[in-house]
């Protein structure tokens, strides 16, 4: 029931009712957008004009605002309080945050506003949307990764991203590589790597990291939505996977990767409850890592853990409070303690919560999506740090979420009406 109903009648709730069985073409553009609109900016400062981060950070502004039109246009609704409840509380701490630090701190505030707008977005969408958006993604990735792999030089020409997130983010070149490649991307010897390409793909994203973890939603989407796939669809979804996969060099992803197989037969048995005890789970574990290996360092997995674990043992009780919001600059790479560091340790477990809880566990689907997503997410800010928030992945990420919490179980056919004997008459009488 819509939350304005009284004021707007019956046509408030008739949009949302309206989109299950049809493509929402303002919804798919504005996810698409979100997912795509890096590689446009690219293009434009590359070939058009120069950009800065004021042009970046205005279009990803426009791309929420035009969420936002589309959700308070259709209506609010009971089943957005969820989403709406962690942004008014994030707000709460986030102007807590800042007047402690005597500085704006808004970054997390902007993510849980990533987060309400495409779970809105999503509780809105049909079945036929979100697989026309999953699948209209993958098309792009697969078809600009493809000219990355065989087409370099012209690949590096045509996106230039070096430079575009030079001007952008304040990355400076150093000069060291000679290719228009974010350098990043480009590994370092040692590295593990299938040695398909000389570098880390990038695709429509410029950067290897967003493209790693878009092979990650693509798995959720596809380990959730199996039956809805046809069987040319799955192929293809897969294909795109194991391109990333091969090319992208993602250890984290790969293992995420067996993680959704065994997941697709396992998670059905498991409890929704049960996802709350993933970040846990993991944090035991990272503690683990941290415990035999506490010198590990570097671009790999024991590293990119024991940095996180270390991060979080050097925690003091001001820092949990939010008092120390200047370092969070400089800790991208670890996704628990930046999220401390910029809401406080209640903005965490807000958002533990929230992961955990948000989906629906009713049905197969939605139970084998709830927990695929938990571990995404979880095992993404132990290694991965904040990329999870960026708005190129979390769009689809929490557009899928507010899909699967409101997807109907799958209809099944009655069973055939026997006639009754006259003694089954009698005994229902």
């Known amino acids: 029931m819509s939350l304005f109903s009284s004021a707007c009648g019956s046509k408030a709730w008739r949009p949302a009712i309206e989109t299950a069985d049809k493509r929402d073409t303002a919804i798919a553009l504005v996810v698409l957008a979100a997912t795509v609109y890096n590689a446009i900016l690219a293009v434009v400062n590359a070939h ?11 279009t990803e502004m426009l791309i929420l605002l035009s969420a936002l039109v589309i959700i308070v246009n259709r209506g609010l609704f009971e089943k957005d309080l969820a989403p ?9 701490f986030s102007v807590y945050v800042s007047v402690i630090n005597r500085a704006p701190v808004i970054d997390f505030s902007r993510n849980m506003l990533i987060v309400f707008c495409f779970a809105a977005l999503g509780s809105r969408a049909g079945l036929r949307t979100v697989k026309f958006v999953f699948l209209a993604a993958a098309s792009l990735v697969l078809l600009v990764l493809l000219m990355e792999m065989f087409f370099v030089n012209q690949y590096g020409d045509f996106f230039f991203p070096a430079l575009y997130f030079e001007n ?56 959730s939505l199996w039956g809805h796939f046809t069987r040319a669809q799955r192929a293809f979804c897969l294909l795109t996977i194991v391109l990333i996969l091969l090319t992208n060099d993602s250890r984290t992803m790969l293992i995420f990767a067996f993680i959704c197989i065994a997941g697709y037969f396992v998670f059905p048995s498991l409890p929704k409850m049960f996802t709350l005890l993933y970040l846990p789970i993991i944090l035991f574990l990272g503690f683990i890592v941290y415990l035999v290996n506490p010198d590990a360092a570097g671009d790999d997995i024991p590293g990119r853990v024991v940095l996180t674990m270390s991060k979080l043992s050097e925690m003091d009780l001001l820092t949990l409070l939010g008092f120390s919001a200047e370092k969070a600059s400089t800790l991208a790479d670890s996704g628990y303690v930046y999220v401390i560091v910029i809401g ?58 507010g899909a699967m919490r409101h997807l109907p179980a799958p209809r099944r056919a009655a069973a055939p009406l026997r006639p009754q004997t006259h003694s089954q008459h009698f005994r229902g009488a």
């Open 168 to 223: 952008t983010r304040g990355l400076e070149r150093s000069g060291y590589f000679d290719t228009k490649l974010f350098e990043n991307a480009l590994g370092f010897e040692g590295r593990f790597s299938f040695g398909l390409i000389n570098h880390r793909s990038s695709s429509i994203f410029l950067e290897q990291v967003s493209l790693a973890n878009f092979a990650g939603v693509l798995m959720i989407a596809l380990v």
């Open 84 to 92: 709406l409840f962690l942004l008014v509380v994030t707000l709460v």
């Open 48 to 58: 058009v004009t120069p950009l800065g981060f004021t042009g970046a950070a205005a």
């Open 344 to 401: 406080t340790v209640f903005s965490l477990i807000l958002f533990w919560l929230f992961v955990c809880l948000f989906p629906a566990g009713n049905t197969t689907e939605q139970r084998r999506f709830g927990h695929a997503f938990a571990v995404f997410i979880f095992m993404n800010m132990m290694i991965g740090g904040t990329a999870v928030f960026s708005i190129k992945i979390a769009g689809l990420l929490w557009m899928l979420a």
